[in-house]
């Protein structure tokens, strides 16, 4: 997940608000798609359960409401105006979506507040789920339950105009650079297993810190994934994506307590909003525009 300030959030919901936003999944072709395969771990097969809403109260952490979490605040294009409860941006629509097929109205849906930093820690959670840019990854698995993919991640890497990396970026090239990423991301993970720099890179607290950071050129580049990375450049003044990567096959999942026998049915939503061109249609609305940049070639 990658946090943006209010001021970019006020000028970005303007362009939401305008038809033909779009962008988050990953862009192994030309355009942003959402995997139809399962890929994030959900519990058993939706098809065997009765996810009527009646034969799911049980499992609600608070019977008669979905209660949805996310961090605050949230920024587009996954939300707009810092309101999640207003269904607008990727991940408030998503959920939903997923909501209705669950048999909610959007008035038995609430909103809770949960850092991004702790919604993966073991331990009960005070929420049905949590959508919040969380990608799925077998260590953060065995202590979350996540659902199958919402949205496919592809990364891209952020720099200041006239750095050399923005000309120089070649697989061997990013190793000689200093990157620097928030604690506890896929993005900092993948700084560290896919470009391998030859300097360790900097890690900071908040994703403010990193880009005060490239700001200040005490980093050459940051990476996230690349709907964010397109908002970044609106906040830091000469920033530019410079690029994205190649696929390799992150996704975010909405997130559950270890075993929540709910993601079944949630899983069983997702697959309907697939098949039914919900999520591409979602896509195309929020984020398309915010994932057209080049990719790196190996």
Known sequence: MRQMTVAAMAAI??????????????ESSSSGSVSATPAGGGGGSAAAASCSNSAIQGQLYAKGKLTVATDKPVYPPWFVNNKPANGQ???????????AQLGFSKSQVTWAYEPFNSSYAPGPKKFDFDINEISYSAQRAQVVTFSDSYYDVQQALVALKNSPIVTKH????????????????????????QIQPSQTPKVFETLNDVKQALQTKQIAALVTD??????????????????QFPSTGEHYGLLFAKGNKLVTCVNKALATLKGNGTLAKLTAQYLKDFTSVPTIQP
């Open 89 to 99: 941006g990727y991940e408030s629509a998503v959920a939903y979506a997923v909501a």
């Open 13 to 26: 919901a303007v362009l939401a608000a305008s038809a033909g936003l779009a962008g988050c999944a990953s």
């Open 170 to 193: 070649s697989p061997a090239d990013l190793k000689s650079y200093v990157f620097g990423d928030q604690v506890g991301t896929t993005s900092l993970q993948f700084i560290n297993s």
């Open 226 to 243: 690349t709907p964010t990375a397109e908002f970044i450049t609106t906040e830091i003044p000469g920033s530019v994506v410079v690029a």
